[in-house]
């Protein structure tokens, strides 16, 4: 294992920021971390795992250790007549892992087709897009204790996870390892398999009918999705990003009432718990910002809430920014925009 010193990641994070790890290793294997985290240079060293940082915005140098987890591998560890429970290593592509299920024609990933990043981190915020979540197919992870080295399962109860929310995010924020993810998956080659595509989100459905998709099909949804987003999303290999930097706020009935009485046309989206989320992009555009630079960063000219580095920004040029932006928000809203990526 090559243990790396004063390691530039600016290739390792979409933003494209310019920092250095203290040390930087690359793991493929539970065993491999063992073996270092007894090495007597991390102790007491900070750690910071990283997948492909596509949900991450570095803000200075990182003074400790930079694990990259690039565990390999997918195994079938079960399966029934209409289900499957598919293990995949944290360092597996997430797209990867959805095309390989969409070719063997396992459901519940293809909605999620084309996210950025590795496995690992999937459960971390429960990635989710167009009507799902990682959590509708989630069964359990392995996950190694930072502190203690133990191994740790957890299943969906232990994991709490929320829109763009979980355990990893709170109580147990960068305390875990995650070295594998499993999926219940339906088989959609089985005979007495019933499969409820989802295809309510709105773009979804016209996309569908754009396509003149008659019969429905893994790959029908998965490349309606991956049509919707590539007209949508910057790619960050050609434009800096990190995907949405905001999450989509959820206010009361009454605030949103007050809100549509104002502007009858602002999106919406009534929640289960009586609350009614809306999109951060649209207070974002509201406000101005959407296609505006200020420098060597700027909010994108297609989608307001995605943050751009057009080359050369620190990762303090782009949190400045989304805090002009955030403060712009609240002052003509009152409405307070929680952060969607990890700043470190
Ligand atoms: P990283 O950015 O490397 O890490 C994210 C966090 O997870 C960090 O806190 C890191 O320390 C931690 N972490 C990473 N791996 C592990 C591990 N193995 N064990 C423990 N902790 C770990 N997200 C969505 O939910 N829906 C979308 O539709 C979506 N679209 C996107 C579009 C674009 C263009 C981009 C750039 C991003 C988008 N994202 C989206 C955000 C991002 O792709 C996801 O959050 C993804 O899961 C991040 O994976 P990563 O491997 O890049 O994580
Ligand atoms: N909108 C605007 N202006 C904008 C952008 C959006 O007014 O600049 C309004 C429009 O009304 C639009 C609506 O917001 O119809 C929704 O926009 P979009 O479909 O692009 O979705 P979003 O709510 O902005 C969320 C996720 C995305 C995910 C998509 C699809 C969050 C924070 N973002 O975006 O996730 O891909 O839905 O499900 O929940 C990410 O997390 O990084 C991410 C890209």
Redesign the pocket.
Known sequence: MKIEQNKSLKS???FGIDVAAKYFTEIRSVEEFKELRGDRRFSGEEK?????????LLTKDFDGWVIR?A?PGGTITSETETEVILRAG??VE?NDLVFGCIEKNYGGLEN?S?????????P???????GA??KDTFHELE?IDLRSGAPVKFNAGDCAFGY?DSV??HKF??Q????SVSFRLAKLSAPKVHYHFRVEYGDVRETLGEMNVQDLSLKAVSDAICRI?RAK????KELR????FFKNPAVSLTQFKVLASQHSKVPHYPQEDGTVKIPAGWFVEQCGWKGKRAGRVGSHKTQAL?LVNYGGATGQEILEFSEIISRSVKKRFGIELSR???V?
């Open positions: 390792l994070n979409t910071l795992i990283l997948g492909g940082g596509s949900n991450i987890n565990i944290a360092g997430w999620l084309l996210i950025p990043g590795l496995v690992g981190a999937a971390i915020q429960n990635i989710g897009a167009y979540e990682l996950a763009r990893f995010k924020q960068g875990f390892l995650i070295n987003r999303l910057p790619d960050p990003n990190a995907g949405s995605v969607e990526v990890n470190v």
